[in-house]
């Protein structure tokens, strides 16, 4: 992470001004009122995941509003999953009420009005693409503002691993940020989908029991004797209704599996720790038994046969 902003280096009298234009460049556009201006303290971090922003920031106690102006002035498609490090924050979007402490989290979207409270507080703001959270848990309007505790065990889960982004920000591979970025869309989903309190039970259903088949695909990926039956049965569905949940997606169940392994592949490939594995190594490893069929499927998703790609990939 990369210290952006600390009132420590700013004169007492500019501070919160500072503050202000720094939070609304790095994070959204708002309004917001220092408890005491003379006293206000607050520092910023940003960092990157693969295509996921991370802010950190720790502030004086403050009163924040993003409005329907602030909206419209706005063009961004982020959402924003916000982990509470320290303190409390009191939030209001979409008319849902809640209260964060430490290790809870919750999913606010920028695009709809909210306002806050914080105290003294340190809050790890996660951005993502509306278009990749979507695409796990449907529409997210019902989803806002509801806080996801650590008493479940799968949101101790998530809340865990987001506390630890910020420590490995900058020094993964491309690959491991991949994968990770991944793993926090899954994990926010995951408890997401599972939280009460959803209105939106019908979407929520749906959108569960595709992560659920696609858990259950990435979970067989190395046994080249997967087949869609037992992806169903795992995933508690008939094949039918699984493949139905992914046509909606322009897919099925056996070439969700194919474009799975063909991506772990291509991680392989290009991650500089795998150099001493294989093309066969790898394209088995990850289910694939016919080396010809591994290498038409893999030029028929990224133009490139694999021993090329992997060239490319080593080259500075």
């Known amino acids: 992470m990369k210290k952006l902003f600390s009132t420590t280096d700013v004169d007492p009298r500019h501070r919160f001004d500072y503050w202000h234009s720094v939070a609304c460049d790095n994070l959204v556009g708002h309004s917001s009122t220092p408890e005491c201006r003379r006293t206000f303290n607050a520092e910023l971090q940003v960092g990157m995941l693969a295509g996921i922003g991370l802010v950190l920031f720790e502030n004086s106690p403050m009163d924040v509003s993003r409005t329907v102006k602030h909206v419209a002035q706005s063009q961004g498609d982020e959402l924003f999953i916000c982990r509470q490090t320290a303190g409390l924050l009191t939030l209001e979007q979409d008319g849902r009420q809640l209260v964060l402490g430490v290790g809870d989290v919750t999913l606010l979207d920028p695009n709809l009005p909210y306002a806050a409270r914080f105290s003294a507080a340190s809050l790890l703001v996660v951005k993502v693409t509306r278009n990749a959270l979507e695409s796990r848990v449907g529409r997210i309007r019902d989803l806002t503002a509801i806080a996801l505790k650590p008493s479940k065990p799968e949101n101790r889960w998530t809340s865990s691993f987001l506390a630890m982004l910020p420590s490995v920000s900058g020094r993964l591979t491309?690959?491991?940020?991949?994968?990770?970025?991944?793993?926090?869309?899954?994990?926010?989903?995951?408890?997401?989908?599972?939280?009460?309190?959803?209105?939106?039970?019908?979407?929520?259903?749906?959108?569960?029991?595709?992560l659920r088949v696609r858990s259950a695909v990435e979970a067989r990926l190395s046994d080249p004797k997967l087949n869609a039956a037992a992806v169903a049965e795992a995933a508690g569905v008939s094949v039918r209704y699984a493949n139905g949940l992914l046509a909606k997606e322009c897919t099925s169940i056996m070439r969700l599996a194919l474009a799975m392994r063909l991506q772990r592949c291509r991680q392989a490939l290009e991650d500089p720790l795998q150099n001493h594995r294989t093309l066969s190594e790898i394209a088995r490893g990850w289910g694939f038994s016919d080396m010809t069929h591994f290498g038409r499927s893999f030029?028929?998703?990224?133009?490139?046969?694999?021993?090329?790609?992997r060239k490319s990939a080593k080259q500075p």
């Open 174 to 210: 491309v690959t491991a940020q991949e994968i990770a970025s991944s793993q926090v869309l899954d994990l926010v989903a995951m408890s997401l989908l599972n939280t009460s309190g959803s209105s939106s039970s019908r979407i929520s259903s749906r959108s569960l029991l595709l």
């Open 299 to 309: 030029r028929a998703m990224y133009g490139v046969l694999p021993r090329d790609f």
